[in-house]
Each structure stands twice: as C-alpha cells, then as structure tokens.
C-alpha cells in the first residue's frame, strides 16, 4: 500500500488516471449544461457514468445518449466527444484493459445497478491510488463483477461513413425538426434518392426516415429530462403536433414522453427499451 503521506491528491485531471499500478481509477468532475469535450481518446478502457444529467457521446461510427442510470463503456484508444446536457456530475473509471470485459472494442451502453452505482460512488471517496487489499481495491474487483453481468441497451444511433450520407446526417443533427425528404436531400449530397436510400440501408442498417427518427428521439430524451414541455419538444423534432410526436415516441420508445419529463428518473429510465 502507498504511504498515506505520499498518496496523489484527488484529481479531475483523467492522465492522472492513466498509468496507476491498480486496475480501476476513479474521477469525480462536475459540467455545466453545454460543455463540449472535444475528440480524444484515453490508453485506459473507460467507464463513462453521471449520476445526475444526460450526456451525448459520439464515436466515428456512432452516436449515444446516456441519460441517468445508465453509462457507456468505452474501449481504450476510442476517439470520442463528450456534450454534457444540463447541469452534469460525472463519475469514470478508468479500467486496465487486461481487467476489463471490452467485449472485442464494442462501446456499448450498460444500465446501471443500485449496487454498481453505489460500488462507483464508493470508490469515487477512496484514494486515487489506493492499494492492494484496501477498501479501495475490494470495491474495484466488486465493480469487475458488476459491470460483467450489466444488461447491455440499445440507445445507440449509427453514423454513416460515406460522405454524400455525412453532409446530409450533419444538416440533420444540427436541425432535426428539418422535414425534407431524399428527393430534396439529393442536390445538398450530390447522389440520387435512389443512391441515397442504399447508402442508408449499408451504411447504417436502417432506412432514411428511421435513422432520422432516432435521432430526433435522442434530441427529444434530452430535451425532457431538462423539463422542456413537450408541445415544444414536438416543434423542435418536426412533428407538427404534440399527439403525433407523443404517439411515435411511445410506439418506438416504449414510454410516454409525460413520463420521461417526471420526477422519478429512475424509474423513467428503467422503462425505457
């Protein structure tokens, strides 16, 4: 164990993460609504995990949301953003990759367990560095476990990698009310709907109007957790009535939006499919 007079302070820097001799490091760090961590990776696998606000992560291949009680278990090496949406206390463990489960370098949404959370939390308090059978190291070989059995979600759109589909994807995700459809999306991408439309099923395993869809969803998961009415969260994702939004949202998401924009987040979050 480290002399408790030599131990590193707690830090929100994450290379002070990177190169401990224990296999999971813990970093408590607060956001406030609208921060951008822009791309970079990490040598370490990463457990990214806030217990209270949403989070949009996007890869080179995907995007995710991850509102509370859930995280995204990120590969080392993965280049990655970060936008924090509302007020956010992130909590990440930084994991060795030989005490990982990474799966084949798959990032991944896990729902997270009331113990897992509190087992994260626990060691949130511990040491940076702590030792070799201290509290801090039965917590971290308790979370291996618990992160092994976590039930893996579905929360993930993914991006396209041909750049006629990434013109069109970016106007949308900066404007995912815009109603346009692939006969009039065809000049801005320079390929023909027909083009377009194969494209979509190849690059992304769903069609145009089912891609949008997610990503208005996502757009949607955020707004109502921040409290938005619904009527406008409606607005914003181009639906033009708040009962059309609410019914499609409720077909694809499993849960009303009135229950999403409720107090018990928890419970919301649980839900969800």
Same mark, same amino acid.
């Given at each position: 164990? *480290?002399?408790?007079?030599? !131990?590193?302070?707690?830090?929100?820097?994450?290379?002070?993460?990177?190169?401990?001799?224990?296999?999971?490091?813990?970093? *408590?760090? +607060? %956001?406030?609504?609208?921060?951008?961590?822009?791309?970079?990776?990490?040598? !370490?696998?990463?457990?990214?995990?806030?217990?209270?606000?949403?989070?949009?992560?996007?890869?080179?291949?995907?995007?995710?949301?991850?509102?509370?009680?859930?995280?995204?278990?990120?590969? &080392?090496?993965?280049?990655?953003?970060?936008?924090?949406? $509302?007020?956010?206390?992130?909590?990440? /463990?930084?994991?060795?990759?030989?005490?990982?489960? +990474? !799966?084949?370098?798959?990032?991944?949404?896990? &729902?997270?367990?009331?113990? /897992?959370? =509190?087992?994260?939390?626990?060691?949130?308090?511990?040491?940076?560095?702590? $030792?070799?059978?201290?509290?801090?190291? !039965?917590?971290?070989?308790?979370? @291996? /476990?618990?992160?092994?059995?976590?039930? =893996?979600?579905?929360?993930?759109?993914?991006?396209?990698?041909?750049?006629?589909?990434?013109?069109?994807?970016?106007?949308?995700?900066?404007?995912?009310?815009?109603?346009?459809?692939?006969?009039?999306?065809?000049?801005?991408?320079?390929?023909?709907?027909?083009?377009? &439309?194969?494209? %979509?099923?190849?690059?992304?395993?769903?069609?145009?109007?089912? #891609?949008?869809?997610?990503?208005? %969803?996502?757009?949607?998961? =955020?707004?109502?957790? &921040? $409290?938005?009415?619904?009527? $406008?969260?409606?607005?914003?994702?181009?639906?033009? +009535? *708040?009962?059309? %939004?609410?019914?499609?949202?409720?077909? @694809?998401?499993?849960?009303?939006?009135?229950?999403?924009?409720?107090?018990?987040? *928890?419970?919301? #979050? +649980?839900?969800?499919?």
């Amino acid at each position: 164990m *480290a002399d408790p007079a030599k !131990r590193l302070p707690r830090s929100t820097e994450p290379l002070d993460y990177q190169n401990l001799e224990q296999p999971i490091g813990a970093m *408590a760090k +607060s %956001f406030v609504d609208g921060y951008h961590i822009p791309l970079h990776h990490h040598d !370490r696998d990463q457990l990214l995990y806030a217990i209270r606000g949403v989070m949009r992560l996007r890869t080179e291949q995907e995007a995710w949301v991850i509102p509370p009680d859930r995280a995204v278990y990120i590969p &080392a090496k993965t280049p990655h953003t970060v936008s924090m949406h $509302g007020t956010v206390d992130m909590r990440t /463990l930084y994991i060795k990759t030989a005490s990982s489960d +990474s !799966r084949d370098g798959v990032t991944r949404v896990l &729902a997270v367990s009331k113990l /897992l959370r =509190e087992l994260v939390l626990a060691l949130s308090e511990e040491p940076v560095d702590y $030792g070799a059978d201290s509290r801090g190291d !039965r917590l971290s070989k308790l979370i @291996e /476990l618990e992160l092994r059995h976590a039930r =893996e979600l579905s929360l993930s759109v993914p991006l396209p990698f041909d750049p006629r589909l990434q013109r069109l994807c970016a106007a949308i995700l900066a404007n995912p009310a815009d109603r346009r459809t692939l006969n009039q999306w065809s000049e801005l991408a320079g390929a023909s709907p027909r083009t377009l &439309a194969r494209l %979509f099923e190849a690059d992304t395993g769903m069609n145009f109007n089912k #891609w949008r869809q997610r990503i208005r %969803f996502h757009n949607a998961l =955020e707004a109502l957790c &921040a $409290g938005e009415p619904i009527s $406008g969260v409606a607005h914003q994702n181009g639906y033009r +009535s *708040a009962s059309a %939004f609410s019914a499609a949202f409720s077909k @694809e998401m499993g849960i009303a939006p009135s229950k999403v924009s409720g107090d018990d987040q *928890a419970a919301v #979050w +649980s839900e969800l499919r």
